[in-house]
């Protein structure tokens, strides 16, 4: 698979990072001369030098055979317009959008760029759903260790598989925050209903971490998850 990242930070050079390890071709598209000089040590000629809004940058790189392109850039603007040129001009398949401001994330896709990833709308939907059901999530806890994050698979014979969260006891003060399901992250309500090969996002205490493994793949199953 050929992945066309824009945007050397954090985001684009750990992604980049993955991609070359897993085989893939991939092209790193930054503007920043130091990133690309300093980036080049690692990723050699796959590190290209240049503004990927420009459509001159887009077809050095061959844009038109990418299979995926990811804007990730630290501009909602330029992540825009690299979608949209890759989806209009080029033809790409898949388009991947960084949304740094979430408020523009309903512009996205009335524009027609589907999959787009708002971590600030993740982390605060996570907030939200705590104060909802009234425990008071404090910040300060995350970085003293208090509040751990659990990851788990959901197989078909979980006992949480074909369940509404509503019908699912989760136990202490643990919330499920987001489900990943199809390569797309939800925001789960009373009425979701779990499904085989969910990555169920959860967060509890580190006491009660392992419990609300439990409760969503069972005591006796070795399903795959973390737990940071």
């Known amino acids: 698979m050929y992945v066309i990242v824009v945007g050397a930070g954090k985001v684009g050079y750990h992604l980049t990072r993955t991609l070359v390890a897993e085989g893939h071709e991939v092209a790193l598209i930054e503007k920043e001369a130091g990133t690309v000089a300093r980036l ?16 001159r940058v887009m077809q050095d790189v061959g844009m038109g055979r990418a299979d995926c392109v990811v804007a990730v850039t630290g501009h ?22 960084r949304v740094n401001n979430p408020k523009n994330e309903p512009v996205f896709h009335l524009l027609g760029i589907a999959e787009t990833v708002a971590s600030t709308r993740i982390i605060y939907s996570l907030i939200d759903q705590e104060v909802e059901t ?18 788990v698979d959901l197989l078909p014979d979980s006992p949480a598989a074909g369940r509404m969260l509503k019908d699912i006891h989760l136990p202490g003060e643990c919330v499920l925050a987001a489900i990943i399901r199809n390569d797309h992250i939800l925001l789960p309500s009373g009425t979701t209903r779990l499904e085989p090969d969910d990555t169920i ?12 493994r439990n409760a969503l793949v069972g005591a006796g199953t070795a399903a795959p998850g973390t737990e940071t």
């Open 40 to 55: 080049a040590a690692e990723f050699g000629e796959a590190v290209v030098a240049g503004d990927g809004c420009e459509v």
């Open 76 to 97: 909602d603007e330029d992540n825009l317009v690299i979608c949209q040129m890759a989806q209009r001009y080029f033809h790409v398949p898949r388009q991947i959008a």
């Open 134 to 151: 009234g425990e008071s999530l404090l910040l300060t806890a995350l970085k003293r260790g208090k509040i751990v994050i659990v990851a």
């Open 201 to 212: 996002i959860g967060v509890a205490t580190p006491e009660d971490g392992h419990v609300l």
